[in-house]
C-alpha cells in the first residue's frame, strides 16, 4: 500500500439494521470518523481503475418499525437501501453486498449496528483485507471476557466445533459480525438461510470452494442499557443446529470424500493422516478402538455421523477410526448380533433369547428382544473397543519403530 489513503480502496462497510435505533447513530459516525480519518470516507480513493460510485458505508434498514428512519435521514454520506418488511439478517446481508457489488466495491466489512462492535478496529480488518483480497477475515473477540453472556460463549464453542467438523478449520470465532467479506466469492452461490444462519452458511460454503481465512483481534462490548439484540435463543439456535445438520450431512456425504480422494491424491491424504507422525501410539490405537466402539454400538445407520464428529472433538485420527468403525460391515452382522444375543441374556434372564441359527437374526428378532439385544450391544461395543486398543497401542508401538 501507498499511503493511509489506500487503506479502505475498494472497501465499503455495510450496516444492516433492525429496530437498533438507540445505538445506530453513535455506530454510524463511529465508522465514518475512522474512514475519514485514514481517508477511506469517500468514494474509494487510491484505487486503481473506476473509483465505486457511492459513499463507503451502506446501511441495509431491515424493516425497521422504531426511528431508524429519522435516525438515518439525520446522517450523512452514507448508502441507504430500505427492505419494506424484516427479513431477517441473512437477506440483509445479501442485499447489502449486491449493492455494493452494484457499486463497485470489491470488499465488505461488515459491523452490527447494536453498538458491541468498537468502529476503531476498522482500520485491522482493512489491511487484512488489502494484504488479501480474496481471503474471508473474520474478526475475533476474546470470548473470555467476564462481560460476554454466558450464552454467547457457549453457543461460540459451538459454532466453531461444528464449522471445524464441516471444513477442517479450526476458527477461535465463527459468530462474530465482524467480518471481511470478498464479494464476488460470496455471491457466487446460492444460500437457504435468511437469518443468523446465513453468515454460518457463507463462510462453510466459502471454505468448501477454497477461500483462505484469515482472523483479527476485535473487541466487544455488551454491557451497556441500550444495546438490542434480536437473537432469539430458542428458535434461533433450533435454526442454526437444524443448518448445522444438513451441512455436516454435505460435508460427510461430498466434501470430505471428494477432498480425500480426488485432492491431492487420495492415497496419498489418506496415507498421511493415518500415519501423522506427530501423533502417539496411544492416541493412534485410541482411535482404533473408539471406532470399534461405534462400530457396533447399537445405533446402524448412525455410526459414521455421530462418530465423526466425536473423532473430532477428541483430536482422534480420522482414517484409523472409520477403518476400525466399518467392523460393522456385512459379514460380520451376523457375529455382532449373535454375540449381542449372548451377552445381553444375563440381564434379561426371564426373557432370554439365543438364535440357533444365523437365519434367525432377523430385524424383526431384534424388534421383539430389543432389550436383551442393546444391553448387550453396548457391552460388546465397550468390550471390544477396549480390547481393541490394548491390542494395537503395543502393536503400532512396534510397528513405528520399525
Not at 75 to 104: M, Q, S
Not at 241 to 270: C, D, M, Q
Amino acid at each position: 500500500m501507498n499511503g493511509s489513503t489506500d487503506l479502505f480502496a475498494g472497501i465499503c462497510v455495510v450496516v444492516p439494521t433492525y429496530n437498533n435505533a438507540r445505538t445506530l447513530a453513535g455506530v454510524l459516525e463511529g465508522v465514518k470518523e475512522v474512514l475519514r480519518s485514514t481517508g477511506g470516507a469517500g468514494s474509494g480513493q487510491g484505487m486503481a481503475g473506476p473509483a465505486p460510485d457511492g459513499p463507503s458505508v451502506i446501511v441495509v434498514d431491515d424493516g425497521s418499525t422504531d426511528a431508524t428512519a429519522e435516525v438515518l435521514h439525520g446522517v450523512k454520506e452514507i448508502h441507504v437501501v430500505r427492505v419494506p418488511v424484516n427479513r431477517g439478517k441473512g437477506h440483509a446481508l445479501r442485499t447489502g453486498f449486491d449493492e455494493a457489488l452494484k457499486l463497485g466495491f470489491r470488499n465488505a466489512i461488515t459491523i452490527d449496528s447494536d453498538g458491541q462492535h468498537d468502529p476503531a478496529d476498522l482500520p485491522a480488518m482493512a489491511r487484512a483485507i488489502q494484504e488479501d483480497p480474496d481471503a474471508m477475515v473474520m474478526g475475533a473477540r476474546d470470548m473470555d471476557k467476564l462481560e460476554v453472556p454466558g450464552k454467547s460463549s457457549f453457543g461460540n464453542r459451538f459454532s466453531n466445533f461444528w464449522f471445524k467438523v464441516e471444513t477442517g478449520i479450526t476458527l477461535p470465532d465463527t459468530q462474530t459480525g465482524y467480518r471481511g467479506w470478498p464479494l464476488k466469492a460470496v455471491r457466487a452461490f446460492r444460500t437457504t438461510s435468511d437469518r443468523f444462519g446465513y453468515e454460518v452458511e457463507s463462510i462453510v460454503e466459502l471454505a468448501w470452494r477454497g477461500t483462505p481465512f484469515r482472523t483479527v483481534p476485535v473487541s466487544v462490548r455488551y454491557d451497556f442499557p441500550e444495546r438490542v439484540s434480536h437473537f432469539r435463543p430458542f428458535l434461533d439456535f433450533t435454526r442454526i443446529s437444524l443448518l448445522n445438520t444438513r451441512l455436516v450431512a454435505i460435508a460427510l456425504l461430498w466434501y470430505w470424500p471428494k477432498k480425500i480422494f480426488f485432492e491431492g491424491g487420495w492415497r496419498a491424504g489418506l496415507r498421511a493422516e493415518a500415519v501423522r507422525p506427530d501423533e502417539s501410539s496411544l492416541r493412534k490405537a485410541l482411535a482404533i478402538g473408539f471406532g470399534l466402539f461405534m462400530g457396533i454400538v447399537p445405533i446402524w445407520g448412525f455410526q459414521l455421523l455421530v462418530g465423526i464428529p466425536l473423532a473430532y472433538l477428541f483430536r482422534l485420527n480420522r482414517v484409523l477410526f472409520v477403518a476400525a468403525a466399518n467392523i460393522s460391515i456385512p459379514p460380520m452382522i451376523p457375529l455382532i448380533l449373535y454375540a449381542s444375543y449372548l451377552i445381553g441374556a444375563p440381564f434379561t434372564p426371564g426373557e432370554a433369547y439365543l438364535p440357533t441359527s444365523f437365519r434367525e437374526l432377523t430385524l424383526a428378532s431384534i424388534h421383539a428382544n430389543v432389550v436383551q439385544y442393546a444391553i448387550g450391544a453396548v457391552v460388546l461395543a465397550a468390550a471390544a473397543g477396549i480390547a481393541g486398543v490394548l491390542v494395537s497401542w503395543p502393536a503400532i508401538r512396534l510397528l513405528r519403530k520399525r
